[in-house]
């Protein structure tokens, strides 16, 4: 093969990539808002935490609270103890805390 063929091959490859890239990122501030708004809102949140991938809340009212909706969103687990919940988001964690913390 000619040289110029292989950068034809790569170049085409690297658009591939960059399209599928594309397709799977999510929108993060709209997920964030759906979140919040799954947890009961921000007046329903009283206080927030992380612990690595896991996101800490207290709630006003936990049962305000979507389990099975933030589930749905791409969390990994929800446990709730008495208020709180802990939620199992990975590397979105800490961008949920920061987005509260601007909210309130």
């Given at each position: 093969?000619?040289?110029?063929?292989?950068?034809?091959?790569?170049?085409?490859?690297?658009?591939?990539?960059?399209?599928?890239?594309?397709?799977?990122?999510?929108?993060?501030?709209?997920?964030?808002?759906?979140?919040?708004?799954l947890l009961?809102?921000?007046?329903?949140?009283?206080?927030?935490?992380?612990?690595?991938?896991?996101?800490?809340?207290?709630?006003?009212?936990?049962?305000?609270?979507?389990?099975?909706?933030?589930?749905?969103?791409?969390?990994?687990?929800?446990?709730?103890?008495?208020?709180?919940?802990?939620?199992?988001?990975?590397?979105?964690?800490?961008?949920?805390?920061?987005?509260?913390?601007?909210?309130?």
């Open positions: 093969m000619e040289t110029y063929q292989y950068i034809i091959i790569l170049v085409t490859l690297i658009i591939i990539a960059l399209a599928i890239i594309k397709m799977n990122k999510k929108d993060v501030k709209i997920e964030l808002n759906k979140l919040v708004e009961g809102g921000k007046d329903n949140i009283l206080n927030t935490e992380v612990e690595m991938s896991r996101f800490k809340v207290t709630l006003k009212d936990v049962t305000k609270a979507n389990k099975e909706g933030i589930i749905r969103l791409g969390a990994k687990g929800v446990v709730e103890i008495d208020d709180q919940l802990k939620i199992v988001l990975g590397s979105n964690a800490k961008k949920l805390k920061k987005y509260i913390d601007e909210l309130k």
